[in-house]
């Protein structure tokens, strides 16, 4: 069930048409996301501009993995797993670390554990983290600038992943692979 429209580059209103075509050409196809988001212009556009600025950001791409998939998970966003788990793929990150994300377990990388756990709490706790929990993530060789740029794809991801919430987002044929539930996690 879809609640919100998924548009194309025909149906969307005039301010997404140009947004829309630049994901067609970056993607090789419109990701349904896109064509919910593009029933704002401006939504959209956040959207695009914040994944843009994140991926710019100081984290790698394992890091950028960690991030997205920590909060896509936390928040149960069909869409979003599955496609981050493909987009994972495409950045080459490991399988393992993709998967424990997935699973809600410890990653093995002590440095990627800290991230997690610092994502996870900055979520949960609505940005109201410890002391304790600031100085555990820069122990683990990780400073100022990178709590803020969490905060960067923490931005990104409410907003697709309340999005996808409420519009029920079909997942792309190239992420259905990769379906995911929160009642499927493995223990």
């Known amino acids: ?5 998924v548009h194309n580059i025909e149906s969307a209103p005039e301010g997404s048409k140009a ?4 994901s067609q050409k970056s993607f090789g196809m419109i990701p349904s ?11 959209l556009e956040a959207y695009q ?16 993995t960690v991030v997205w998939q920590t ?6 966003c069909h869409y979003c797993v599955p496609a ?10 490991d399988d393992e670390i993709t998967e424990a994300l997935r699973n809600e377990t410890p990653l093995e990388n002590a440095k990627l554990e800290a991230l997690r756990t610092m994502t996870l709490s900055i979520v ?14 820069y122990a683990a060789g990780y400073g100022e600038a990178q709590v803020l740029d969490i905060i960067l794809g923490l931005s990104q991801k409410t907003i697709s992943n309340y999005v996808n919430h409420i519009a ?19 223990s």
């Open 168 to 186: 029920h987002t079909p997942v792309d044929a190239p992420f259905q692979k990769f379906a995911w539930s929160k009642d499927t996690v493995v």
């Open 84 to 93: 981050h788990t493909g987009i994972a793929k495409m950045m080459k990150v």
């Open 124 to 137: 949960r706790n609505r940005g109201n983290v410890s002391q304790e929990d600031l100085d555990a993530f």
């Open 33 to 43: 996301l896109h064509g919910v988001l593009a029933g704002s212009p401006q939504v």
């Open 19 to 22: 947004l829309l075509e630049n």
């Open 1 to 5: 069930m879809t609640t919100l429209k």
């Open 49 to 64: 501009t914040l994944h843009e600025l994140f991926t710019q950001s100081s984290f790698n791409e394992e890091e950028l």
């Open 71 to 76: 909060i896509n998970v936390e928040h149960a």
